[in-house]
């Protein structure tokens, strides 16, 4: 299902702008919060994840862990804001 949806071009997987834009990931949230909100400085909706510690909570794709996104394109484009807190990006 996802490698017909994402390898034949190019498409985000995680577009905040989308109506359900964390429809491919799956969410651990046990102490924090993972929703869309208006960010002032971009002028947009944007995905806010927040939680005491990067180990609770996350979001992570795709939603089934013995799957993948079979994604075939040599460029990944991530565009993050920090907010002066620590930042974990893991694989």
């Known amino acids: 299902m996802v490698k017909k949806k994402l390898s034949d071009s190019f498409r985000p997987i995680l577009f905040s702008l989308d109506k359900k834009p964390l429809s491919l990931w799956s969410k651990l949230i046990r ?51 920090n907010m002066d807190k620590d930042l974990q990006v893991g694989t």
């Open 31 to 81: 102490s924090g919060r993972v929703k869309r909100v208006y960010d002032d400085d971009l002028h947009t909706k944007v995905i806010e994840i927040h939680g005491t510690e990067t180990k609770n909570t996350y979001i992570s794709a795709p939603t089934d862990p013995m799957s993948s996104l079979d994604i075939t394109l040599p460029i990944l484009v991530m565009l993050l804001k």
